[in-house]
């Protein structure tokens, strides 16, 4: 069947402009996680939800980062007045359960802020 | 924030060589997870091993825990073109992965 799905798989925005990044995860899984990954890094959580509820979002790096899943499906991290700094791979996962264990992810968006 | 470190950060073997990298953690854990990425496939999950585990095997992968020194491995057997790759292990705080900086492996023909 078909994975996670992300758009666009690239995108290159100028400082300051914001940017929206959409996930459609596997069909019907419960759960989805937003990770941004630098160059060379391992991945870094930034928000998790179960639905359309957002349980945690301890890891957005600052106010200009948000994200919504309104339908409990497709999910949009949009990022306002962006920086040099987020420049990244932003990877979003899904998983049929609650359980962080087993997430399968999509193949990412990566920002090129400029 | 990383959970741990991967070592080494860069591995180059020769095909059918064995390739083990290893990964330490900073707190407890119910399990840990290896993940593998290339720029074809993304991240994939490898293999699980629970807390109470020693050591688990999945195909030519041989994962080893090690709670007391909260590290461990992943050997990678008779090695194939195609695993060359970042390898990744992840750790779960809640709701959230953890993951070290991650090896890159590649594998000469």
């Known amino acids: 069947g078909a994975g996670v799905s992300q758009s666009p798989r690239y995108k290159v925005a100028k400082r300051g402009q914001d940017v929206a990044l959409r996930c459609d995860p596997i069909?019907?899984?419960?759960?989805l996680f937003w990770y941004q990954q630098a160059l060379g890094q391992g991945p870094e959580f930034l928000t998790y939800?179960?639905?359309?509820?957002?349980?945690?979002k301890s890891g957005l790096p600052s106010d200009r980062f948000f994200a919504e899943r309104p339908e409990g499906s497709v999910s949009t991290l949009k990022i306002q007045r962006t920086q040099q700094e987020d420049s990244a791979v932003y990877l979003c996962?899904?998983?049929?359960?609650?359980?962080?264990?087993?997430?399968?992810f999509g193949p990412g968006t990566r920002l090129t802020v400029t | 924030s990383q959970q741990g470190e991967e070592d080494p950060q860069a591995l180059s073997i020769q095909e059918g060589e064995n390739a083990t990298m290893n990964c330490s953690y900073k707190?407890?854990?119910?399990?840990l997870q290896w993940y593998r990425q290339n720029s074809g496939r993304g991240l994939v999950h490898l293999i699980l091993?629970?807390?109470n585990e020693r050591e688990k095997h999945s195909g030519r992968l041989r994962v080893t825990l090690d709670t007391s020194k909260k590290s461990s491995s992943l050997l990678i057997t008779a090695s194939r073109a195609a695993d060359t790759a970042s390898y990744f292990c992840?750790?779960?705080?809640?709701?959230?992965?953890?993951w070290g900086a991650g090896t890159k492996l590649i594998i000469k023909p």
């Open positions: 992840a750790t779960a705080v809640n709701y959230q992965l953890i």
């Open positions: 707190t407890s854990i119910n399990n």
């Open positions: 091993i629970r807390s």
């Open positions: 069909s019907g899984h419960v759960s």
């Open positions: 939800f179960q639905n359309e509820a957002q349980l945690d």
């Open positions: 996962a899904s998983s049929p359960t609650g359980s962080p264990h087993e997430q399968y």
